[in-house]
Every structure is written in structure tokens, then in C-alpha cells.
């Protein structure tokens, strides 16, 4: 029996193009700055996201946590959306390694309101107030289910940030995936940050990896905060080539899994007890509430299971689907006929 696995895609597996590529890969000790992909990764990475510098780390939560560091004094406050990865995701090293608060700001599927935002910020003499240290954005919103946050939006926060002198990072885990939805170039959006953590080891197929952006200042401090934590990787640049090819051939390609996800969305619309907010169906990510339907989300994951089809119980009442680039046509095909005998 085939396996269909929507639970994320984080899990997808290296393409052969990568395999040979990490084969092939020049490498040197990245912690003397001698590893020539590594390098050339994060030259190409920072053109492409409009930034004068970048830094190959290991994961997405290490980038977002040294933006934290980076840019923060202890104490301060962090202002980001309830829902947000760096909040919610990533055990607390907001207060943990960071010394920071949050401030958490409720958003209409994962979109903060901008005037949210300003009531928000803590910039006073009051010598009892934290003061508001980062804003924090998320693009495609995660747990909103892939929500892009519009380029406008970005930028009324990023002009409100400005306004006040606050520095602005963006949770870019999934930034191509919202580029690739507008159709715009990447940097519409990222010109609306100060800094961004993008993920080449989701949708892009990397095994492994992340790439923070910013000024050149920050990411030196960021490239000495790196070691601290232990993410001086060495001969990473058999990681890093991969990575090359996640932002060369594995960009435009995601538009088939966003197309995926609206068929995905569409047939199981039509079984009955399952409910769908459509609004939210925009890129890869599909949530169903399957609240009026006989079973649980578990015991739907689980019968799910029984047929070959992996996907995430995110709430009781809530089941999440992400699709990737091992996900095909016959499997969407596939998927809606079985829940179909389910339900
Ligand atoms: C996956 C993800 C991260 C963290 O990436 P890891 O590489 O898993 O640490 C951060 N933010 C968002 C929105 C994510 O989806």
C-alpha cells in the first residue's frame, strides 16, 4: 500500500538533482568562512531576498531566535500575532535565550491589524514599562493555514514600526510560497522587514536548513551568536548545495502544490459534517474542521492511517493537510475518494 503523507512539508526527502549535487559539493570548515557553497548559498540567498546579507543556519527556529537576540535588549517586549510560530512553536526561547515578553496581538486569520499593532507599542519614560524591543510578522501564517499576509499590510506594520524606531522581522518560514500565491517577486515582500528567516528544508526539499537575511551588521552579530548556540556547522556545505538548488528550480514549482490544495479543499467541501473556511485556502496548507461529522480528528487521522493517508490532528475538532512536492494528482484524487468512504 502507497503512502500519502500531508502531515508537513518538512517532511519532504532531498531530490536526486540534491543527492548529487551534496555529492559533488566543494566544501571548507564554514567557522574560518572557508566553505565555498555555503558562501555562494548565502550570496544568493541575500540577492534574492533583497538583503544585504545572509546566514545559513540549521533550522528555522535557530534563525527566528538569534533575529530575537539580534535585535532586542532583555526585558523588552516582542509585539507578534497570537498564533505565531516564534510564540507559540519554538519552547520559549522568546523569554528562555532571548529574555523577552511577548505581546501578543489577536489577528483575523493570522493578518494582525495594523492600529492592533500601534496600541500596542511601548515607547515611553514610564520607568516601570517594558519597552517594545521587535515586531514580529508571519508570511505565509502557519497555523491560520497558509494565510498570506497581503504586501500592503506588511507594509502599513513596517511604517508604523518605522515611525516609532522599531526594528521589524519577518517568520518567512514559507515567504516563497506567499510570493509564488501574489505572483510577485519575493522582495515585494521582503522590503517590509528589517530582517527575515526563510525555510529551504519545507516546501523548497532541502534535508536541512534555514537562511537568515538582514543588514550587514546584524547578521555578523547574528554569524557570532550562531556559534554561540552551536550552529557552527563546518563542512555544511554539503547541506548548503541542496540548498542552491531549493532557490534556483524548487521556487516557481510550488504554485502545483498551492493548485493541489484548492482541489484537495474543494472535493472534501462536498462531504457532509466537513467545513472548510475558504478564505483561508490559499497556498499549501488546508485546515478542515470536522466538528459535525461522527468522529474526532484523531479518529479520522487514524482511519485515515488504515488507508495509507498521513495527515495532522491540530485541535478535536481540527485536521491539517499540507501538500509538497511528493504529493501528485492521483494522491489528492486518491485522498478525496477515501474520505469520501470514511465519513
Ligand atoms: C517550520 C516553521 C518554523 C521553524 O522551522 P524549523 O526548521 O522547523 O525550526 C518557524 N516558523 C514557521 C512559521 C514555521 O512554519
Redesign the pocket.
Known amino acids: 500500500m502507497r503512502t500519502i503523507d500531508f502531515r508537513?512539508d518538512?517532511l519532504t526527502k532531498p531530490t536526486e538533482e540534491m543527492r548529487k549535487a551534496m555529492y559533488n559539493a566543494e566544501v571548507g570548515d564554514d567557522v574560518y568562512g572557508e566553505d565555498p557553497t555555503i558562501n555562494k548559498l548565502e550570496k544568493l540567498a541575500s540577492e534574492i531576498v533583497g538583503k544585504e546579507s545572509a546566514l545559513f543556519v540549521?533550522?528555522?527556529?535557530?534563525?527566528?531566535q538569534l533575529a530575537l537576540l539580534c535585535h532586542t535588549d532583555r526585558g523588552q517586549e516582542v509585539i507578534l500575532e497570537d498564533w505565531?510560530?516564534?510564540y507559540r512553536?519554538?519552547v520559549g526561547g522568546l523569554s528562555f535565550l532571548a529574555g523577552l515578553q511577548a505581546r501578543p496581538i489577536k489577528s483575523e486569520n493570522g493578518i494582525m491589524n495594523p492600529e492592533d499593532v500601534r496600541n500596542a507599542i511601548v515607547k515611553d519614560d514610564d520607568i516601570h514599562h517594558s519597552q517594545t524591543g521587535l515586531i514580529c510578522m508571519?508570511n505565509?501564517?502557519?497555523?491560520a493555514g497558509g494565510v498570506v499576509v497581503p504586501p500592503s499590510r506588511m507594509k502599513e506594520i513596517f511604517d508604523i514600526a518605522k515611525e516609532n524606531n522599531i526594528p521589524v522581522h519577518l517568520?518567512?518560514?514559507?515567504v516563497f510560497n506567499a510570493a509564488v500565491a501574489l505572483g510577485v517577486d519575493v522582495k515585494e515582500l521582503t522590503q517590509y522587514t528589517d530582517s527575515l528567516?526563510f525555510?529551504l528544508?519545507?516546501g523548497l526539499c532541502s534535508p536541512v536548513?534555514?537562511i537568515l537575511a538582514g543588514e550587514k551588521k546584524f547578521i555578523d552579530k547574528a554569524r557570532r551568536l550562531r556559534k554561540m548556540l552551536g550552529g557552527g556547522m563546518r563542512q555544511g556545505g554539503i547541506l548548503a548545495a541542496a540548498g542552491i538548488i531549493s532557490l534556483t528550480n524548487m521556487v516557481e514549482r510550488l504554485s502545483e502544490d498551492h493548485t493541489r490544495i484548492k482541489e484537495l479543499a474543494e472535493g472534501l467541501n462536498k462531504i457532509k459534517g466537513v467545513k472548510i473556511n475558504d478564505e483561508t485556502v490559499q497556498t499549501n496548507i488546508l485546515m478542515i474542521n470536522v466538528e459535525d461529522t461522527p468522529y474526532s480528528s484523531n479518529e479520522l487521522v487514524d482511519k485515515m492511517k488504515e488507508e495509507g493517508i498521513l495527515a495532522s490532528s491540530i485541535t478535536n475538532d481540527i485536521i491539517r493537510f499540507v501538500t509538497h512536492y511528493y504529493i501528485t494528482d492521483e494522491d489528492i484524487e486518491y485522498t478525496i475518494e477515501k474520505l469520501n468512504q470514511i465519513i
Open positions: 508537513s518538512t540549521p533550522t528555522g527556529t535557530m534563525g527566528n505565531a510560530h516564534i512553536y519554538e508571519e505565509t501564517h502557519n497555523m517568520d518567512g518560514a514559507r528567516m525555510c528544508s519545507k536548513g534555514s
